[in-house]
């Protein structure tokens, strides 16, 4: 705990939430330069409707990281936000550095984006049990824009057959749909 708060939880509680929200903020970080560097590289068929969908996505996600490093502060924490802070403690491994289609760069970042969309989730499941509603509305707001995210971004993938051995596993196609 580094500030004074007057917000009505218990000290214990506010130091999870910022380590919390410290985690989802360096991994928000990380996430806005990876879609950067693919919004840079990209190159191939539909350059630019890839090129313009990963700079929404890393501008969705900087605002994100401006969100939780906010809300630590609000809560005493002290934002651990520096590009050095935000690499040692992502939860997400290094961008595909050989990534140079569309198709590549698309697979990457459905990648990084459902990690950090599953981190935001079970930061929802915690902020309840530590019974913060302001924390639990903060996430989310913010898994609702992640996964519309997400979800233009497989799109992408549809009808790829690598897309198709990943989604067999997990999507049922409903009849007189092609299949995935
Ligand atoms: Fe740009």
Redesign the pocket.
């Known amino acids: 705990m580094k500030f004074p708060s007057h917000i009505s939880l218990s000290q214990e509680t506010r130091e999870e939430l910022i380590e919390l929200l410290n985690t989802c903020l360096a991994t928000a970080i990380d996430l806005h330069w990876q879609v950067k560097q693919a ?2 590289n990209v190159r191939g068929r539909q350059f630019i409707s890839r ?1 313009e969908l990963f ?1 929404t996505v890393a501008d969705h996600v900087r605002k994100h990281a401006d969100e939780f490093a906010e809300r630590a502060g609000a809560l005493g924490g002290y934002a651990e936000g520096t590009i050095r802070l935000a690499a040692r403690n992502s939860e997400l491994d290094e961008y595909d550095l050989k990534a140079i289609s569309g198709e590549e760069h698309v697979r990457a970042l459905v990648d990084r984006v459902s990690t950090y969309a599953a981190s935001i989730r079970q930061g929802i499941h915690r902020g309840e049990k530590l019974d913060d509603p302001v924390t639990v509305d903060l996430f989310t707001r913010i898994l609702g824009e992640i996964e519309q995210d997400l979800w233009f971004l497989e799109s992408h993938l549809y009808g790829s057959p690598q897309a198709s051995r990943t989604a067999s596993t997990s999507v049922e196609v409903p009849e007189g749909l092609p299949p995935v």
Do not use: R
């Open positions: 919004h840079w090129h700079d």
